[in-house]
């Protein structure tokens, strides 16, 4: 029974930097492996997978974004992060986060947030 909450968007101008929070309330102590999950909500487009991290500290990252942005979790802190660098007006999305893995010998998955709005323009 994990939650999450996304923050940290905003208004930015081209080449400008955000970092998203993605705080959890619940038990996490339990979990014996997890994977945290960026996604990306454009206007008229499909949510998009952004970037992933397991627990062990595997990271992938869409092609569009790999270089520019850093996915990281803090377990300690029950947050994860997503750092945005050399924002384009492309990446302007409402972005979102997720949470799967084990707990004991269940699997379970987050259900989606209110995402957090992120806007890159001049």
């Known amino acids: 029974q994990v939650q999450l909450v996304e923050s940290g968007g905003g208004l930015v101008q081209p080449g400008g930097s955000l970092r998203l929070s993605c705080a959890a309330s619940g038990n996490i102590f339990s979990i014996n492996s997890m994977r945290l999950r960026w996604y990306r909500q454009a206007p008229g487009k499909e949510r998009e997978l952004v970037a992933d991290?397991?627990?062990?500290?595997?990271?992938n990252y869409a092609g569009s974004v790999k270089g520019r942005f850093t996915i990281s979790m803090d377990k300690a802190k029950k947050t994860g992060y997503l750092q945005m660098n050399s924002l384009k007006p492309e990446d302007t999305a409402v972005y979102y986060c997720?949470?799967?893995?084990?707990?004991?010998?269940?699997?379970?998955?987050?259900?989606w947030g209110q995402g957090t709005q992120v806007t890159v323009s001049s």
């Open positions: 991290i397991t627990s062990g500290g595997s990271t």
């Open positions: 997720n949470l799967d893995g084990l707990s004991g010998t269940s699997y379970f998955r987050t259900n």
